[in-house]
């Protein structure tokens, strides 16, 4: 699962030495890093949308179907004045990577009229909500509309506040503001389903209707997940001589994940709806709420 791509590691260790403690294997690097993900992963699931965060980032593809949330980059390969370039291929060019926008059935130099520019290389960009990101926790009128789980619905009953809740006893009972989406019993009461979402082949991430440019990681985690990776990797090396800048990283990546998990900092990630996994959990008698 790449949710590294390989110029993230410039911001931690200077490419050739990375390459030399890979020993130029990239298979190296995979699988630090899925042992850094997992070591992430344990600390943060139980309260956050780890699937959510830790997702594949690709390069982005004409031809492929995206969802809402996906995470691509602009790679390509170099231009070639020797060679021939179909509708809609990509290349590199200076830096940038450009899609052809008029095929080249004979091999030519340099044009630019045939060729659009998408961006640099290695621009990230990431698929946008169509709608608001449905929130259990929000006021909802009837009509409005909410994305949820690659899904668009629209509201047919209006959020009713508890309002006076001691008819549920116990404030463990009071239910939920919101009824989900997706729910199996009332979520078609609820809510009515509007379409099925996704960003249609052939959509340039330059369309800002349905990309977002920039990185929709969560760059703490995107920092710890790096210094993890690159601890293992020196490990591998010589685990009786991993430099102190590592092992001090690597020390500082666990200090704040379990910090996360015990609630004392909170990650900029998607949440568990509803909360879950916190320190002390509450209860008791509703109370009265009267008025004179």
């Known amino acids: 699962m790449?949710?590294?791509?390989?110029?993230?590691?410039?911001?931690?260790?200077?490419?050739d030495n990375?390459?030399?403690?890979?020993?130029?294997?990239?298979?190296?690097?995979?699988?630090?890093?899925?042992?850094?993900?997992?070591?992430?992963?344990?600390?943060?699931?139980?309260?956050?949308?780890?699937?959510?965060?830790?997702?594949?980032?690709?390069?982005w593809a004409y031809a492929a179907t995206y969802k809402a949330t996906d995470r691509v980059y602009l790679d390509a390969t170099a231009y070639s004045a020797q060679s021939t370039y179909a509708l809609h291929a990509l290349t590199l060019y200076n830096n940038d990577v450009y899609i052809c926008t008029t095929a080249i059935g004979t091999a030519e130099a340099w044009n630019a009229a045939h060729w659009q520019k998408l961006g640099a290389q290695y621009d990230l960009f990431f698929?946008?909500?169509?709608?608001?990101?449905?929130?259990y926790q929000a006021a909802?009128?009837?009509?409005?509309?909410?994305?949820?789980?690659?899904?668009?619905?629209?509201?047919?009953?209006?959020?009713?506040?508890?309002?006076?809740?001691?008819?549920?006893?116990?404030?463990?009972?009071?239910?939920?503001?919101?009824?989900?989406?997706?729910?199996?019993?009332?979520?078609?009461?609820?809510?009515?389903?509007?379409?099925?979402?996704?960003?249609?082949?052939?959509?340039?991430?330059?369309?800002?209707?349905?990309?977002?440019?920039?990185?929709?990681?969560?760059?703490?985690?995107l920092m710890i997940v790096i210094d993890i990776t690159l601890f293992h990797l020196h490990s591998r090396i010589s685990p009786r001589n991993i430099p102190d800048l590592r092992k001090d990283r690597y020390t500082n990546a666990i200090q704040m994940l379990q910090a996360f998990a015990r609630g004392e900092m909170t990650a900029k990630l998607p949440v568990i709806q509803p909360k879950s996994g916190q320190r002390i959990r509450y209860g008791g008698n509703v109370k009265n709420q009267n008025s004179y």
């Open 2 to 15: 790449p949710y590294l791509i390989f110029s993230d590691f410039k911001k931690q260790i200077q490419q």
């Open 18 to 59: 990375l390459l030399q403690i890979i020993g130029n294997d990239l298979a190296v690097l995979n699988t630090a890093e899925l042992q850094a993900i997992e070591e992430a992963y344990g600390y943060l699931t139980q309260k956050y949308l780890t699937d959510q965060e830790f997702t594949d980032t690709l390069p």
């Open 127 to 135: 698929g946008t909500y169509p709608k608001p990101l449905f929130d």
């Open 140 to 221: 909802y009128v009837v009509g409005d509309q909410v994305f949820w789980k690659d899904k668009v619905y629209t509201c047919k009953v209006a959020t009713i506040e508890p309002g006076q809740s001691i008819q549920y006893g116990k404030i463990q009972n009071i239910p939920l503001p919101n009824v989900f989406p997706d729910d199996p019993v009332n979520g078609a009461i609820y809510w009515q389903q509007l379409s099925t979402y996704s960003i249609p082949a052939g959509t340039l991430p330059t369309n800002t209707t349905y990309w977002t440019a920039g990185d929709n990681r969560t760059q703490s985690v």
